[in-house]
């Protein structure tokens, strides 16, 4: 489904991706995983067209993503869960939902993925005509994913999920990615959290400094002595 050869990305003279090769096939969670600054979060971003392909390509079910812009991409079917959350913290958790329906032209089916995100996330329901700049930092992610949702994605990148939330609240929203798997749903997913990371997907790339460091099926990752000692603490 996601294809990317040789991508390098440019901060200015910074050199932030250095030609790194990786792919996620259809109805897989696929996981990158490293320490702060390693570009993780600068890969979704190229990803998504939030930042500008220096060289190498990326194709998703075929596109060139570089020649497309981010509002067309989403419309092709990836959706971008952001580092942070990004919610619209004026509207109400309502208002943010249908926002991000925009690109659904039935009405029934925005009203059948509505129906679908509250199901996943019943408290959301209690709160829709709260402000969402109001909901606590769990609420908010949940609303962040569920946001992505509401555009009926093929694919979803999740940076940073658990960023900020308790272990109780990391628990639930990673029962909510496994679920989206269940539906049929493609992830990438950036996660600090190597062990959680690990455990929830099927294949990770280790980004060290931009570049790919170590590659593989989660569970030959979670047993490599250096993954353990860089990121599981063991």
Do not use: W
């Amino acid at each position: 489904m996601l294809e990317v050869k040789d991508l390098h990305v440019h901060y200015g003279a910074i050199h932030a991706i250095k030609g790194i090769s990786f792919h996620v096939g259809e109805g897989e969670i696929v996981s990158l995983i490293g320490a702060n600054g390693a570009g993780k979060t600068t890969t979704l971003q190229a990803m998504s067209g939030l930042k500008k392909i220096s060289g190498g390509f990326v194709a998703f079910m075929g596109n060139d993503l570089a020649k497309i812009k981010p509002e067309k991409i989403l419309r092709l079917g990836m959706a971008h869960v952001p580092e942070g959350r990004r919610i619209f913290s004026r509207m109400s958790v309502q208002e943010n939902l249908e926002m991000s329906a925009y690109i659904v032209k039935s009405k029934e089916q925005v009203q059948e993925e509505f129906k679908h995100v509250l199901e996943l996330f019943p408290r959301l329901g209690e709160r829709l005509k709260q402000r969402a700049g109001t909901l606590s930092g769990g609420e908010q992610q949940m609303l962040a994913i569920s946001r992505a949702l509401m555009s009926r994605p093929k694919m979803i990148l999740m940076d940073e999920p658990s960023m900020g939330l308790s272990p109780i609240l990391v628990k639930e929203i990673f029962r909510i990615v496994a679920q989206c798997k269940k539906d049929g749903m493609t992830i990438l997913l950036v996660e600090q959290n190597a062990s959680i990371a690990l455990s929830i997907s099927d294949r990770a790339y280790v980004l060290e400094t931009g570049r790919i460091a170590l590659e593989g099926n989660s569970s030959e990752l979670m047993g490599n002595v250096e993954v353990k000692k860089a990121y599981l603490g063991g």
